[in-house]
């Protein structure tokens, strides 16, 4: 059973769109990571989210946690060529564990 | 400063073959972790080391798979015998002592075909 379920699985747009993606769990998370992972390379992180509710951004990009901290979203803005990869969520699901459990992954390609 | 390096970058071997991968993780991080990624199963943890002691192996999938960490620079994953199914992309993962918010580095990975 996947506990971090992302939506939608593929995404395919023009450059200067809006997208948002989801991450979604029935289950609470203590903290939540988003990642992006380009063709050949490992995962880098983009921003650690720990508090319900909490927004944050980095640069076009929005994170947000959810209130109950079940679920968060990522919304780009003006997407461009460069943002395309695989966005992958993933959380901690209590403070006695290190382990981050990841996301199905969502796969972004934006053409100019 | 040097990444978390893996080798080989590449593995193409025949079922039944003995497989090393190995890691070197970024030096004074306290974790090291190894996961698979497929596109059925996603990026999945098979097991992780805290200050070379393996912590949770609930991860590895069968007792073909083994993984050491002899010393804080080097950790191995190793797959006896090889089975096509175990066909994936490989990645070591290293990160500082700290809170949950702490940033796993991932290195690139050994992409491994089964034959």
């Known amino acids: 059973t996947q506990l971090l379920e992302q939506s939608p699985q593929f995404l395919s747009i023009q450059e200067g769109e809006n997208l948002t993606v989801y991450c979604n769990s029935s289950s609470v998370f203590s903290s939540l990571q988003w990642y992006r992972q380009e063709p050949g390379e490992g995962p880098v992180l983009l921003v650690t989210v720990v508090t319900g509710g909490e927004v944050k951004k980095l640069k076009r990009l929005t994170f947000q946690f959810g209130d109950a901290r079940k679920d968060s979203s990522l919304h780009i803005t003006a997407a461009q060529p460069g943002d395309t990869g695989l966005y992958l969520c993933a959380g901690v699901k209590s403070f006695s564990t290190d382990k981050l459990i990841f996301g199905t992954g969502t796969r972004l390609q934006v053409f100019p | ?115």
């Open chain 2, 1 to 115: 400063d040097a990444g978390v390096i893996q080798s080989p970058r590449h593995e193409v071997t025949e079922m039944g073959q003995e497989v090393t991968l190995r890691c070197k993780p970024i030096s004074g991080h306290d974790y090291l972790f190894w996961y698979r990624q497929t596109m059925m199963r996603g990026l999945e943890l098979l097991i992780y080391f805290n200050n070379n002691v393996p912590i949770d192996d609930s991860g590895m999938p069968e007792d073909r798979f083994s993984a050491k960490m002899p010393n804080a620079s080097f950790s191995t994953l190793k797959i006896q015998p090889s089975e096509p199914r175990d066909s994936a992309v490989y990645f070591c993962a290293s990160r500082r002592q700290g809170g949950l918010a702490t940033e796993q580095f991932f290195g690139p990975g050994t992409r491994l075909t089964v034959l």
